[in-house]
């Protein structure tokens, strides 16, 4: 156990170190200024009496959804391309050898590498996301009805992707391993925005897609929970039905049987990651 805590405590400095985190903190910082800015106009419309209290609360809801979708996207691009030379470049440069020469296992060396990026992915985008937050509340004055269930959410989400591309860096070059799981974390997304559109129009086949889509990865499923979590219950009320379909809106909290399954995938992932780990040739 003191060995997991060692490794990763190194890695979250290291991954502190990268030029990542450079890059996270001015796409977040220019996110959050734009998302002040569009707010602060919102906020201009509805006292001028352009909006209704209801539309404006309901589309403080949906602008915060948007914008919070911009942060996971920001989360998935910086732990994929994170993951991949974190593990892979050490294995490739010979590192990760002249540290298993010692007696140390290659589990715990995986479990620390691992449990060191989802304390830095899970961290970025729950600070990231509360700062989001605190510019809603300062600029419309609204404050969502479950704001830490929705960062547990996105956190989650962000732990499923890093658990996948550190599998995939495993088996393929660490840029390689960052495309694939940006790659599949949009196709799955637009494949949950297609499972939607095909619910509004009564299409089960076509409503099929996003289902199938958000059991073979979970980011789409948690990622609408979080959604939920961030709307506004009276406004959903007032005009759910008129937006049905509508890809950021859910009208539905996630269930915990699906919650179970995202946390026995994140389990499986990472067992398939720690035999692939443990068979590969340093």
């Not at 985190?21 to 569009?38: E, F, K, M, P, R």
């Not at 269930?255 to 399954?261: D, K, P």
Request: net charge positive.
């Amino acid at each position: 156990m003191r060995t997991v805590v060692i490794v990763a405590g190194l890695t979250l400095r290291e991954a502190s170190r990268r030029r990542v985190l450079l890059a996270l903190a001015v796409l977040t910082l220019l996110l959050l200024g734009l998302s002040a800015w569009g707010f602060s106009r919102l906020a201009a419309e509805s006292t001028q009496g352009s909006l209704t209290s209801g539309e404006a609360r309901l589309a403080a809801s949906q602008v915060l959804n948007l914008v919070m979708f911009g942060f996971s996207l920001i989360a998935a691009l910086g732990t994929a391309f994170l993951a991949g030379p974190t593990l892979s470049g050490e294995t490739e440069s010979g590192i990760a050898l002249a540290v298993l020469a010692r007696p140390i296992r290659r589990s715990a060396f995986l479990l620390g590498k691992w449990l060191g990026l989802v304390a830095f992915g899970s961290g970025f985008v729950v600070l990231a996301g509360l700062a989001q937050c605190l510019v809603v509340r300062w600029t419309v004055d609204y404050w969502p009805p479950h704001p830490a269930a929705a960062l547990a959410l996105l956190a989650g989400e962000t732990i499923v992707l890093l658990t996948l591309a550190v599998l995939l860096s495993t088996v393929v070059s660490p840029m390689a391993s960052g495309v694939v799981t940006v790659g599949l974390f949009g196709a799955t997304w637009v494949a949950g925005v297609v499972g939607g559109v095909g619910a509004a129009l009564g299409n089960d086949g076509i409503a099929r897609v996003g289902t199938v889509s958000r059991i073979l990865l979970p980011t789409d499923g948690l990622w609408r929970g979080a959604m939920h979590a961030l709307q506004d219950p009276v406004a959903l009320a007032q005009f759910g039905s008129e937006m049905q379909g509508f890809p950021f809106l859910s009208d539905a909290p996630l269930a915990g049987a699906y919650l179970a399954w995202a946390a026995l995938w994140v389990a499986m992932i990472w067992a398939l990651t720690a035999i692939s780990f443990l068979r590969r040739d340093l």
